[in-house]
């Protein structure tokens, strides 16, 4: 019998015809992976609570020939944390716990450098925690080549002996946050999370097919499975985690669109629950960020919106809704080239009416001398990416060194801005050279300084070599010089790892995973470096004797 590739299960709420037209225009959204040859996608439709179309395109598991359906369960990333964010909010709302509880009330194994942080940071994602899965990474075990649990994931947050930030100054999206929420909710409430979940959001909910990976060899009936692609071609990718709260649930498109139909009314938590789950961080200095209690609240071209997206091995999803027109929209696929977000939205604007895409309005250019944008020219590094940039003038004009210009808008040549929105605001130093910060449209603020051009000679290459070690990583790592006078750095374990460093400025080298800054002690030895990745600020190294 002809294996059929494309299933369908639909809800007869709407006019056949409107029906066959829409579920015409999403099956041209996904065509790429309608085929018995690639893994795929499921899509789950609604608006004002009521389903339009579930569907699913391509294979479940391609070694076996079995096609997703609607009922296919996958996982759905970091979708997944706004369960977890809803598990504390109901513990809150029983008087179990506080928002603004100190994280180590909860997790006294932390260290005494995370006392400010409370539990109303890790659900904005303004904690300053490093993310637990970079710092593992740089040891050599990234994501997902261990299986371990949150006994493990606590000892690699417990090992942290410093933050990326103040508590509160700033937004910087960390799975640690969510891992310790997992813990906190666990604590306070004496039973784990999935069991907690399941009882309180899960069943009540109708969310029959949802779960927890919380042991990654349990069998799971319907479970498709996750494909990335490379050259040569499609090849399987396991999640093999026993872990949960950042990421990992297990579920539906049908589920999904049921948790989305319950914030349309009182059925989770009761009246003033929604509001306190899409209730957006504010920072330290007032600026209101988009992130909310495990949800992106923001407007998309003139349509607010309530989204998450998620990625884990070669699963990607997006659950998305949009609250004034009623629709609601949930992708699954286990294909890791898909974009979900994007296919969510080609498939919401099938059903409301985007607003035209908005540019900033042209900065208004300045008659600035020719002086105030010569002197600007030189080597800046990001003081939170620590990356290098270089800026230039050429014809007549400063500009980064892929052309896009810095427009004057006042006729000091102090403050510069780009076509995008983003300022730039220099303050002369005492030596002469110019430090600045970057605003960019939504004004999240960043320190910018000047810095000198690197010294590639042998001999201070040479000054570089050495190993150094980061318990807070439990890594160690040689730096040498290699026979063609390149600098490399290697990691000292069984996973090995070596890099060639790309000189950046003085003291900084890139590699690519990141920026390494060398630090010197007072007689000007070198005695460490500062290493900045994804997700990870400044972590310290020091020298070894």
Not at 35 to 48: F, H, L, N, Y
Not at 317 to 323: G, I, S, W
């Amino acid at each position: 019998m002809r294996l059929t590739f494309v299933l369908l299960m639909t809800v007869a709420v709407t006019p056949l015809a409107a029906q066959a037209s829409l579920e015409a225009r999403v099956d041209e959204v996904f065509r790429q992976y309608a085929s018995t040859e690639t893994p795929g996608c499921a899509i789950g439709v609604a608006q004002r609570g009521r389903v339009l179309l579930e569907k699913a395109y391509g294979m479940a598991d391609l070694e076996r020939g079995v096609a997703l359906s609607p009922a296919s369960i996958l996982e759905a990333g970091s979708v997944s944390k706004q369960f977890t964010a809803a598990a504390v909010l109901l513990l809150a709302k029983d008087g179990k716990l506080s928002l603004d509880d100190p994280v180590r009330r909860w997790v006294p194994e932390l260290p005494e450098v995370m006392q400010p942080i409370t539990l109303r940071h890790l659900l904005h994602h303004t904690s300053g925690l490093r993310d637990w899965g970079s710092v593992s990474g740089i040891a050599g075990w990234p994501r997902n080549t261990r299986a371990i649990d949150h006994t493990a994931v606590l000892q690699i947050i417990a090992r942290m002996r410093e933050l990326d930030f103040p508590p509160g100054a700033e937004y910087e999206y960390s799975n640690s946050n969510y891992n310790l929420l997992a813990i906190v909710a666990e604590r306070a409430s004496g039973e784990s999370l999935p069991a907690f979940t399941r009882q309180r959001i899960f069943q009540p909910l109708g969310m029959t097919s949802t779960s927890w990976r919380d042991d990654a060899m349990r069998v799971v009936r319907g479970r498709a499975l996750s494909y990335d692609k490379d050259s040569s071609g499609w090849h399987g990718e396991r999640a093999i985690e026993n872990i949960y709260g950042n990421c990992c649930l297990l579920t539906t498109v049908g589920d999904l669109l049921k948790w989305n139909a319950a914030f349309d009314s009182t059925r989770l938590g009761g009246a003033g629950f929604r509001t306190e789950q899409e209730r957006r961080g504010v920072l330290s200095n007032g600026q209101t960020i988009s992130y909310a209690a495990g949800l992106f609240v923001d407007t998309y071209r003139g349509q607010p919106y309530v989204a998450h997206s998620g990625a884990t091995a070669g699963y990607r999803a997006n659950a998305v809704r949009y609250p004034d027109a009623g629709v609601s929209v949930a992708v699954l696929c286990n294909a890791g080239n898909a974009e979900p977000e994007t296919m969510a939205d080609s498939v919401a604007g099938m059903l409301l009416t985007f607003g035209p895409r908005t540019t900033p309005a042209a900065p208004l250019r300045a008659a600035a001398p020719a002086s105030a944008l010569a002197d600007k020219a030189g080597l800046y590094r990001n003081l939170r990416d620590m990356q290098g940039r270089r800026l230039r003038v050429r014809d007549g004009k400063l500009e980064t060194e892929n052309g896009v210009e810095l427009v004057p808008v006042d006729r000091a040549g102090v403050t510069f801005q780009t076509a995008r929105g983003q300022r730039l605001v220099f303050k002369r130093r005492a030596d002469g050279h110019y430090d600045a910060r970057t605003v960019s449209a939504e004004n999240d603020t960043v320190s910018v300084e000047w810095v000198a051009d690197a010294d590639t000679s042998r001999a201070a290459l040479g000054a570089y070599a050495g190993v150094y070690e980061s318990p807070e990583a439990e890594a160690t790592l040689r730096v040498s010089v290699d026979s063609t006078g390149v600098l490399t750095l290697t990691r000292i374990a069984a996973t090995g790892g070596q890099w060639r460093m790309r000189p950046v400025y003085r003291d900084g080298f890139q590699i690519p995973p990141g920026v390494l800054v060398f630090t010197h002690d007072g007689a000007g030895r070198v005695n460490g470096f500062r290493f900045t990745t994804a997700r990870v600020r400044n972590l310290r190294f020091e020298r070894s004797p």
